[in-house]
């Protein structure tokens, strides 16, 4: 499969533990985009990578976020101390140099309780 | 006030209809502009690119109007497959991808 992975699909925690999902790109992108999802709403920017620069970060990601994209190729997302607030569908996306076209993964959907 | 402005519906069609979205965003610097297509508990995937002149794919008319920041989507001859939340998406500088909250459709036999 040459498409955007995502893993875990699926992620039950209590709250205050800490969280990490992996995301692993089409290979020849170097863009690479973390979007958060709740029901009814579109996908909300987090932050943007190009090759291993984080490039932007959301004012709506707190500190206990954190993402990392260490050899320009797969990327982390890390919450930490998670609240209840926390709980939505984390979507990965990638994108090629040429055309501005994201292909997400199917996402990581967080549970908090 | 929101980037992506879009009316979330739902839209509750008969088979064979035609219907029309319409979104609004805020940034008038706004690059480039797209339509997504998102079923229930997938992750979004791309419909169709959105030009100042207008395109065209199958039963899918895409327009923007940049006066007035705006863009449409016209779908004809609706199918049940058509169901789905149909996203808007502007893309400003530095490559930043806007969403809006999406366009509930379904189509009903």
């Given at each position: 499969d040459t498409g955007v992975s995502q893993d875990p699909r699926h992620?039950?925690?209590?709250?205050g533990q800490n969280v990490t999902f992996r995301c692993d790109p089409i290979s020849e992108h170097n863009r690479l985009y973390?979007?958060?999802q709740t029901l009814g709403q579109g996908p909300e920017f987090l932050t943007y990578f190009q090759n291993e620069a984080q490039l932007e970060k959301?004012?709506?990601?707190?500190d206990r976020f954190s993402a990392e994209r260490p050899k320009g190729s797969f990327s982390t997302?890390?919450?930490q101390r998670t609240e209840q607030g926390d709980s939505a569908m984390y979507l990965c996306a990638s994108e090629g140099d040429i055309a501005e076209k994201l292909f997400f993964g199917s996402g990581t959907q967080l549970s908090v309780l | 006030r929101k980037e992506v402005e879009q009316d979330p519906g739902p839209f509750n069609v008969p088979e064979g209809a035609t219907v029309a979205f319409n979104c609004t965003y805020s940034n008038s610097a706004s690059q480039s502009f797209?339509?997504?297509?998102?079923d229930c508990r997938k992750e979004p995937k791309l419909l169709m690119s959105v030009y100042s002149s207008g395109n065209e794919d199958g039963r899918f008319t895409a327009q923007l109007n940049r006066a007035s920041q705006y863009?449409?989507?016209l779908i004809r001859d609706s199918k049940l497959s058509d169901?789905?939340?149909y996203?808007?998406?502007?893309?400003?500088?530095?490559?930043?991808f806007y969403f809006g909250s999406g366009t509930k459709l379904n189509v009903k036999p």
């Open positions: 992620k039950i925690t209590k709250r973390w979007y958060r959301s004012r709506l990601l707190s997302l890390e919450i | 797209f339509w997504y297509r998102q863009i449409s989507l169901s789905a939340t996203l808007c998406v502007v893309v400003t500088n530095f490559n930043k």
